[in-house]
């Protein structure tokens, strides 16, 4: 299984959509987004629209939780309901918490905004012993060994990383794609499951799609 993996889009409607067309070229099976569709830029119904169409499986973030609430619409580029069309707002009601996905050959993939049900939690590639013990979402995430990747977002920062389970089991891996937030390196990822493989992509100047690396996990 080939899946697109795209980060925190943040009403990126033009990034998105240069996205969505080099997954669909890139033919994988499948494209995720770690959700904070909301407060940016760009035309937030054009990205929820283009979402929904490409029925891309998304997340919701704490953005999309705060613009439900009306919460923290002080912030830079904040939207609010009341400004949305209506489609948009169905769209953005309904975004589940987190989203679990069958891999090929057994397992689970989950895809959260932060860590597991938290969406205001952070992992980054620095995180060791206690920051990783203290974090209960990731603790239940290491405990059942269905579960064998992780996809989030929440930092902006692209990441892959391993963390071990005791001997025998399967390692979590767990990986987050970035964002297509213009301030923040926008790219996204393709996993592939079978082969174990991360390709990061940036977007450059007029929306290029630029190689970056490829990891075997």
């Known amino acids: 299984m080939r899946l697109g993996l795209v980060g925190d889009v943040h009403a990126e409607d033009e ?10 070229q890139a033919k994988v099976d499948l494209v995720l987004c770690t959700g904070d569709v909301v ?6 119904d054009r990205a929820c ?30 939207h609010r309901m009341t400004r949305l069309a209506p489609p948009s707002i169905g769209f953005l009601k309904d975004l589940p918490v987190t989203r679990a996905v069958d891999v090929p050959g057994g397992g689970v993939l989950h895809l959260c905004h932060g860590v597991g049900a938290d969406d205001m939690k952070e992992l980054t590639a620095a995180d060791q012993g206690y ?29 892959v990383r391993e963390l071990k389970r005791a001997e025998g089991l399967p390692s979590l891996v767990v990986v987050n794609p970035g964002t ?10 393709v996993l592939d499951t079978q082969e174990s493989r991360v390709e990061t992509y940036r977007l450059g100047e007029r929306l290029t799609v630029v190689p970056v690396s490829r990891a075997v996990l």
């Open 15 to 24: 990034r998105l959509a240069a996205t969505l067309v080099a997954l669909r």
């Open 180 to 189: 297509l937030f213009r301030e923040d390196e926008p790219g996204y990822f």
């Open 131 to 159: 920051a990783l013990a203290s974090s209960e979402e990731l603790m239940k995430l290491l405990f059942d060994p269905r579960i064998r990747f992780m996809v989030g977002g929440h930092t902006h920062v692209p990441m």
């Open 49 to 78: 629209a283009l979402l929904e169409e490409q029925r891309v499986l998304t997340v919701r973030g704490n953005h999309d939780r705060w613009i439900r609430e009306d919460a923290r619409r002080d912030l830079p580029n904040a």
């Open 39 to 44: 407060d940016g830029y760009g035309d937030v």
